[in-house]
Structures are given as structure tokens and as C-alpha cells.
């Protein structure tokens, strides 16, 4: 251990354990550090806004993939350690028919072609009495790291039919903010 004598300590190859009371400065390298288990190592965070009437999204059918749906996010991500968990939390996402052809909406994450998350929704409402489905979806999902080479994590949402994403104004919408949307999303790691 070593001070420069205002304050700054150096500290090497050091274990700590129990209780302290310092500050890690913004300047500290923590890059060979050992976290315990449940510690979060790193987040990163990103967000897509959407003013006006929505997205339209063709029908995936009932196949999704990595090029289905409406792409919100392409997030790129690395994880620090090989055996940690990844966990993605996203804002809620809205999805619905323009006309009566599906039956559900859905919200994806990928990366590569790995599909690490999906939550799909039959209808919880009808639209107005034409018998369209809007649904509300958002994901809270964790899975392994896949090492700890940088990769894009995709977020797609759509429909099963024909549909818009994000929202859909008509005339109904506040004027004061904006009516603009934004989907927020937040990627952590969490050490194992």
C-alpha cells in the first residue's frame, strides 16, 4: 500500500473482505477485480422514442425470427465475465391490429440467432368494437453469458398480423408534451 499524500491510496494485490467505508474513485481500474456472487458488474442502457402513428409491421405469422417484427434495439454488449448472467428489462411495448387478422403480439430478444427472450399476448383488449387486439408487453428475462466477446443484443417486436408497434395515435393523444413514446431498455450483468 502506498499514499501520494492527498489522500490517494494505492492498494495491489489485495483481498478485502468485511466492511469499508472509502469511495472508489472514477478513475479507478477495476478491470482485474473478483466481484462476489449477485454483484451487478456492469449496466448499459438504451432507449427508442416514436412520435406520431406508430410503426406498421407485416405479419410475422406464427414464426419469429431474428428479421420478424419491428426492430427496436441493437444494443451492443459485452460481458465481462464468461459465467456471469446477463439479465434484460425493457419499458412496456405496445402492439396492435389494424384489422382482424391475428392473434397476438410479441416481444423478442436475440442475440446472433440465439433467441434468449420472448413474451407473446393474445388480446387483453379489443379495439374499439372492430374486434382488433392491443396488447402491452415488456421483458424481464435473464440468461448465461455467452463469453466475453462483444455482441448486439436485438429487441424485436411485431405482430402476428398485419399491425403497428410502438403506438398508435389517431386523434387521441395529448398535445402537451409531445406524444412521442419511448421504450427504455436496460442490459446488466450480474456475477455468478
Known amino acids: ?10 492498494i495491489a494485490n489485495s483481498t478485502f473482505t468485511g466492511t469499508t467505508n472509502g469511495t472508489i474513485g472514477s478513475s479507478a481500474n477495476l478491470d482485474s477485480a473478483t ?8 449496466v448499459v442502457t438504451d432507449s427508442k422514442s416514436h412520435s406520431g402513428s406508430g410503426t406498421a409491421v407485416s405479419g410475422s405469422g406464427n414464426t419469429i425470427t431474428t428479421s420478424t417484427g419491428y426492430q427496436l434495439f441493437n444494443t451492443a454488449f459485452t460481458p465481462k465475465y464468461s459465467n456471469s448472467k446477463i439479465i434484460i428489462q425493457t419499458s412496456t411495448f405496445l402492439a396492435f391490429e389494424i384489422s382482424n387478422v391475428g392473434d397476438f403480439g410479441y416481444l423478442s430478444a436475440w442475440y446472433d440467432t440465439t433467441n434468449v427472450a420472448l413474451v407473446f399476448s393474445t388480446p387483453n383488449n379489443d379495439n374499439f368494437s372492430t374486434g382488433e387486439f392491443v396488447t402491452f408487453l415488456s421483458l424481464n428475462h435473464s440468461f448465461n453469458s455467452w463469453g466475453t466477446t462483444e455482441k448486439n443484443i436485438h429487441i424485436r417486436g411485431g405482430t402476428n398480423g398485419a399491425g ?22 436496460t442490459i446488466m450483468e450480474v456475477k455468478q
Request: aromatic share 12%.
Open 164 to 185: 403497428y408497434v410502438m403506438h398508435q395515435t389517431y386523434s387521441y393523444f395529448p398535445t402537451s408534451p409531445s406524444s412521442s413514446q419511448t421504450v427504455g431498455l
Open 35 to 42: 466481484f462476489p456472487t449477485g454483484h451487478i458488474v456492469q
Open 1 to 10: 500500500m502506498s499514499t501520494d499524500g492527498s489522500g490517494n491510496v494505492t
